[in-house]
């Protein structure tokens, strides 16, 4: 079955870049799915960040839409979320997830990496 | 943007209760809601697709219903596994909002 590793640094610098990935394996990131990625701020809610498509179609947060970038890298079966001009409030746990196909729910999820934006 | 509301934000129910858990959106988003549970520590477990198809696994007692802008989350018999904080989820114009989440607490 599928499953997604997130990877990346835990520490980032604040005004730096938030840098992540997630590798799939057990199946294609060229399948027909979108490929998201969500974060959880300590003690709080889930935030949806923004997805991709293998054909590198992407749909952001507006709210975040304006320092997010996300890209796929088929060659490698995985994809990736850089988050610019971080600021303490981009400390969080970050998923990646797939959801199977549009309107079915995010049905495979990382085990979530914790990112802290600290000097 | 499309805002979601769940109420209410924390439940004490008891094993065997039946629970129901409400999310409203700020426009209609037709059937386009999903349901998750979250454990302390883990990844959210998808339990309800467009507002009320149970995903694959889940146990029959979870159930959904709605559609427009008024949906719910119904547990018919809680287990002592259900003790967990819920999130519904709208997908529509190619966007994604989870409401604020409601926690389960044993009573």
């Known amino acids: 079955q599928v499953q997604l590793q997130e990877s990346g640094p835990g520490l980032v610098k604040p005004s730096g870049t938030l840098s992540l990935t997630c590798a799939v394996s057990?199946?294609?990131?060229?399948?027909?799915?979108?490929w998201s990625w969500v974060r959880q701020p300590p003690g709080k809610g889930l935030e949806w960040i923004g997805e991709?498509?293998?054909?590198?179609?992407?749909n952001y947060n507006p709210s975040l839409k304006s320092r997010v970038t996300i890209s796929v890298d088929k060659s490698k079966n995985q994809f990736s979320l850089k988050l610019s001009s971080v600021t303490a409030a981009d400390t969080a746990v970050y998923y990646c997830?797939?959801?199977?196909?549009?309107?079915?729910?995010?049905?495979?999820w990382g085990q979530g990496t914790t990112v802290t934006v600290s000097s | 943007d499309i805002q979601m509301t769940q109420s209410p934000s924390t439940l004490s129910a008891s094993v065997g209760d039946r629970v129901t858990i409400t999310c409203r959106a700020s426009?209609?988003?037709?059937?386009?809601l999903a349901w998750y549970q979250q454990k302390p520590g883990k990844a959210p477990k998808v339990l309800i697709y467009?507002?009320?198809s149970l995903e694959s696994g889940v146990p029959s007692r979870f159930s959904g219903s709605g559609s427009g802008t008024e949906f719910t989350l119904t547990i018919s018999s809680l287990q002592p596994d259900d003790f967990a904080t819920y999130y519904c989820?709208?997908?529509?114009?190619?966007?994604?909002?989870f409401g604020q989440g409601t926690k389960v607490e044993i009573k």
């Open positions: 989820q709208q997908y529509k114009d190619y966007s994604r909002t």
């Open positions: 997830a797939r959801e199977a196909a549009a309107g079915y729910g995010m049905d495979v």
């Open positions: 426009q209609s988003i037709s059937s386009w």
């Open positions: 467009k507002a009320s």
């Open positions: 057990g199946g294609s990131i060229s399948s027909s799915n979108w």
């Open positions: 991709i498509y293998h054909s590198e179609s992407t």
